[in-house]
């Protein structure tokens, strides 16, 4: 595909410079698009297509500075499971996650929700309202995102004002300012994103909580599920609770990746997602890149829930039960390894 409509060398250029005019550390940008030059003038990609592509500029990518974003992604044909052999079944391709799953009743009291993605989609936003509001009697509300990949902060939005009773400062967001100042980014003009002094180059703002008129979540008990395949967005919900201490993380480190940003159009169908800034603690200037947000009470990702349902009241054994009925679909480990610093 790559030879038909783009060549590889150009795609693999298109991201070098996306990556030297964009990421979020500059120094880190130009060392990533030295490293995908280099590998152009040797002829690294110029044969290749699909998904090995990706992986070599990649591994270039990676060996530089691994960042919990960075990946090509390859035409979706290109990607798509190879053809059976005559007479073998058709390969299974899983179906997009469903953003919000098994929302509800989960014990007498006690509130759970599945959140898979925070997609910027009004659908979901409004099914993440309506689960507050139709749960504001809870005593303890279970947010489970041990398969949540990232997204925005449209659902974030419309849960925070149900669980603070103060306007709370949540996290801090910071845009690379050369990109902030020709609108490039994501988080510009929300009205829940205040703007503050940042460090130089960079365009620094606070996400707040600003309570709604309804008081009576105000001091349920809030957990959140955690597993090493809590990515991004994830990542940024379990700050938050965890910064202001209005919840408690249960399960595992996050996936560790930290970095926000937009897609981006490489050519030849090929894609790439572009870190443009950074989320960090407002109280100590740590982000979670590469070592994930810490939970609370660190216990395998699969035996979480039972442990909350324990703590909350629930017998073991029908906590157990209850955690193998909600227990999730998709992988809860995190994509890559870590690497050491």
Do not use: C
């Amino acid at each position: 595909m790559a030879a038909d409509e783009a060549s590889a060398n150009q795609i693999a250029e298109n991201y070098a410079a996306l990556l030297e005019r964009d990421y979020v550390y500059p120094e880190t940008g130009k060392r990533y698009a030295a490293a995908i030059r280099s590998g152009i003038a040797a002829g690294r990609y110029a044969s290749l297509t699909g998904e090995a592509l990706g992986q070599a500029i990649d591994r270039d990518v990676n060996a530089v500075s691994p960042d919990g974003h960075l990946r090509v992604r390859a035409p979706e044909a290109a990607a798509a499971p190879a053809a059976p052999a005559p007479g073998g079944a058709a390969p299974a391709r899983r179906p997009p996650k469903v953003p919000v799953e098994q929302a509800g009743w989960i014990a007498p009291g006690i509130a759970f929700v599945r959140f898979n993605v925070f997609p910027m989609d009004a659908a979901a936003t409004a099914e993440a309202a309506k689960f507050m509001a139709d749960h504001a009697d809870a005593k303890a509300i279970i947010f489970d995102i041990r398969t949540h990949n990232g997204g925005g902060l449209d659902q974030m939005d419309v849960i925070f004002p149900w669980l603070f009773a103060e306007p709370t400062r949540l996290v801090t967001m910071a845009t690379r300012e050369s990109v902030d100042a020709r609108g490039g980014s994501p988080i510009d003009g929300l009205a829940s994103m205040r703007l503050v002094k940042g460090d130089a180059g960079m365009v620094a703002r606070e996400h707040w909580a600003t309570p709604n008129a309804d008081k009576r979540l105000r001091d349920a008990k809030v957990y959140v599920l955690t597993s090493g395949a809590s990515a991004s967005a994830a990542e940024h919900f379990s700050l938050a609770m965890k910064h202001t201490g209005r919840g408690t993380l249960v399960g595992a480190p996050t996936a560790g990746a930290n970095h926000f940003g937009t897609g981006e159009d490489l050519g030849g169908g090929y894609g790439a997602f572009i870190p443009v800034g950074r989320t960090y603690d407002p109280a100590t200037g740590k982000d979670w890149e590469g070592d994930g947000v810490q939970p609370d009470i660190a216990v395998p990702p699969a035996e979480a829930l039972v442990r909350v349902l324990t703590d909350l009241g629930v017998a073991p054994g029908e906590a157990k039960k209850l955690s193998d009925a909600h227990m999730p679909s998709w992988p809860m480990e995190r994509r890559r390894p870590r690497v050491a610093k």
